[in-house]
């Protein structure tokens, strides 16, 4: 063990000036490549009908020699930050800091969101932001059952949140049922059809199980935009019953809470109520992943991520243990869906796009897949990240782009890449020096 | 050994065939384990050891003949149902969850075995007892370990289920001589202290021979060759293949 570590594991990297270099022009002549006909040549239809082109090397030009400086600077930020894996000797200050602030953050961050509607109860727009930032966090520690725990990579979620939002919209506004009874409906329905993604895939692993789901999630948008006559197609649910605490409207009328209570209304206490319920459910979705972690169900499917034929040789039912990870994440995904219905008031197919699906794996991703806080984080940063840089205008999502990329450089395993084991032996045994002695153990 | 072979032997193998798509592994392969039996396998690479334990387990289905355990034919039963019945198998290369802690790879291996928490704990300290280094290592993470640790880790998390039948892949594959005897010894141990009766699947052909009172000898999916483990490595057409001029014993 020793001997091996002990060898410099930098050595084999190269560097020198003569290495960036390489690697710049690389990049650069790559970057030519795809822009070329990206940039360089534009085509339209002429007036005639007829297409007509013309070039913009200038551009081109420019793309490329941005490509060559930033692969340089990304080359040279590298080499000054130092292997990935390597291990850093950190100063015992910053260490204990830093483990004081990885206990306390966790809890300090539940605190502050139970305060947030106090704290800006007068700023809607930061009350709204929260409420979407908790839907991800919800969405990102569904997914993360699938992605972060039993390893499978799935791409469609959100076809799962779209049955979600779609089976509230649909039983509310056809059956005039109310939202407490529609969520445990569209948790179950999600799941339902978690399980029906599940059996085709049982055999699939990664990148093709990967476009499976994809495609899945596609196709569920496209029944949704096809089926006119149940969901009304690309015009959406409209119309959509706003919840109630448990029976009592959020409405100004004489049977709303706020006339029940003897105070002021104020559509203020609807989306108070609104933050709390999402807050709620993401606490729940967290509760409950926790709670399958330790049970052997989520053991298994951490062995299940881990390594397949070991499950089976183990007498893990390899078929049963994928199934309940698709179904788990999915009703997590349905629970999300029904909330998002219930406050938007409408729903259409253009909320249920890849790119939502995107945006909850780079979450899972980002955040360290597996670890709860990390994807707490994650959906802060991104969601929140994401208004943040509305200064920028048409640069928003490059600003995004490149920071995601930074951060997948310098923490390639997610914010937080740590994972706390689950089992603990009961008792703390000393083990007799004599036991473990070279030869016996 | 006597008293055992007189009954009908724990796990039978016969007339077994076996094939990934059109390569046969197995052409008709007949073994039988005894209970309380080491039972050794040897042969080169690609003869089919492992195919033999794989399908044992189910995984390839033979495509004819029967396997019976106890009694039971369990030449259709699904892999996980297998495991259930008290058969366990160290898989080759190890396999071990690397990114679980060891305490979490145990576990693994009792979770799918319908077992009391009193049991579990029971399971646990005959692991340490066996390999102390274990214990020592309990909460860090199965990829950390040594290959030698891991191939412990491997044979500890299939004891967990309480097997009857253990059946290990190749346990010496890649360890160093020292770490290899001790794996042997333990072998022997839990053989001769608990009666378990172990199939060794090996190409370090001379240590597995020693240890096993029995051998099969497989060649191009067939066995060519039984006898007891002494009278194999007396055979000079074994010493020949497996003994001299290969690997050193």
């Known amino acids: 063990m020793s001997a091996t570590s002990a060898r410099p594991s930098h050595a084999a990297q190269p560097s020198g000036s003569a290495f960036i270099l390489k690697k710049a022009l690389i990049s650069a002549a790559v970057a030519l490549v795809l822009f070329s006909l990206m940039i360089g040549v534009r085509t339209e239809a002429g007036p005639q009908g007829g297409l007509i082109y013309w070039t913009r090397f200038g551009d081109l030009a420019a793309l490329v020699g941005t490509v060559f400086g930033g692969s340089i600077i990304i080359e040279l930020l590298r080499q000054w930050w130092g292997p990935v894996d390597k291990d850093r000797i950190v100063p015992k200050p910053v260490q204990s800091a830093m483990s004081f602030a990885g206990r306390w953050l966790a809890p300090a961050l539940l605190v502050f969101a139970f305060l947030v509607p106090v704290i800006f109860y007068n700023q809607r727009y930061i009350l709204d932001l929260s409420i979407l930032v908790l839907t991800y966090v919800m969405l990102g520690w569904g997914l993360n059952v699938v992605v972060g725990l039993a390893g499978l990579l ?42 029906l993604l599940g059996f085709p895939v049982l055999r699939l692993r990664g990148d093709y199980l990967a476009i499976v789901t994809l495609a899945f999630g596609e196709i569920i948008r496209l029944v949704i935009i096809n089926w006119q006559s149940l969901t009304g197609g690309p015009n959406g649910v409209s119309g959509i019953p706003r919840p109630t605490m448990f029976g009592i409207p959020l409405t100004p009328g004489d049977d709303g809470l706020a006339a029940k209570l003897g105070i002021e209304f104020s559509p203020t206490h609807r989306i108070v109520f609104l933050f709390y319920l999402i807050l709620a459910m993401a606490l729940l979705t967290n ?39 698709f ?97 603990f032996l009961e008792r703390n045994q000393a083990i007799s020096s004599d036991l473990v002695k070279e030869g016996h153990g | 050994m006597s008293a055992a072979q007189a009954t009908t032997p724990l796990l039978a193998v016969r007339g077994v065939r076996a094939a990934y798509g059109k390569i046969e592994a197995l052409k008709g392969v007949d073994i039988e384990i005894n209970a309380g039996e080491i039972v050794a396998l040897i042969g080169a690479n690609g003869a089919g050891k492992s195919t033999l334990m794989m399908t044992i387990f189910g995984r390839p289905r033979a495509r004819a ?60 300290e005959r692991v340490f007892a066996l390999f102390p280094r274990l214990k020592e290592r309990v909460a860090q993470r199965g990829g950390t370990l040594s290959g030698g640790e891991q191939q412990m880790l491997a044979i500890g998390r299939a004891l967990m289920s309480r097997p009857r039948l253990l059946m290990l892949d190749e346990p010496s594959l890649g360890l160093a001589p020292l770490i290899a005897r001790q794996i ?38 067939l066995i060519t060759l039984t006898g007891t483990g002494s009278e194999l490595l007396q055979r000079p057409e074994i010493r020949a293949a497996y003994l001299e001029g290969g690997r050193h014993g």
Not at chain 2, 201 to 216: F, W
């Open chain 1, 327 to 423: 179904a788990t994440g999915a009703m997590f995904g349905g629970f999300a869906g029904a909330f998002f219905a219930t406050r938007q008031g409408f729903i259409s197919p253009e909320s249920f796009t890849f790119q939502e699906s995107a945006l909850v794996l780079a979450i899972v991703v980002l955040g360290g897949m597996g670890s709860q806080l990390g994807v707490a984080l994650a959906a802060l940063t991104m969601i929140g990240g994401f208004e943040l840089f509305r200064g920028f205008d048409q640069y928003r999502m490059l600003v995004f782009g490149i920071a995601m990329v930074l951060l997948m450089i310098w923490r390639p395993r997610g914010l937080i890449g740590h994972r706390a084991p689950t089992v």
């Open chain 2, 65 to 124: 003949g029967t396997i019976e355990y106890d009694g039971q034919d369990i030449t259709g039963v699904p892999t996980h149902e297998i495991a259930r019945l008290r058969i366990a198998q160290s898989p080759e290369g190890r396999r071990i969850f690397p990114r679980m802690s060891v305490a979490e790879n145990l576990q693994m291996g009792a979770d799918a075995t319908e077992c009391s928490e009193a049991e579990r704990e029971a399971g646990l």
């Open chain 2, 184 to 221: 042997f010894d333990a072998i022997r141990t839990l053989n001769r202290q608990d009666g378990l009766t172990v199939l060794i699947v090996e190409q370090n052909a001379n240590h597995a021979l020693k240890l096993a009172h029995r051998g099969y000898v497989m060649v191009n999916g």
């Open chain 1, 154 to 195: 799935d791409l469609g979620y959100v076809a799962f949140y779209a049955v979600g939002a779609y089976s509230y919209a649909l039983l509310a506004t056809n059956f005039g049922l109310s939202f407490w009874v529609c969520l445990p409906l569209a948790g179950i329905l999600a799941a339902f059809w978690g399980v």
């Open chain 1, 287 to 325: 509760w409950v992943t926790i709670r399958l972690r330790r049970l052997p169900i989520g053991r298994a499917w951490e062995a299940l991520r881990e390594d397949e034929v070991a499950c089976r040789a183990l007498g893990i039912n390899v078929t049963t243990t994928k199934l309940t990870a």
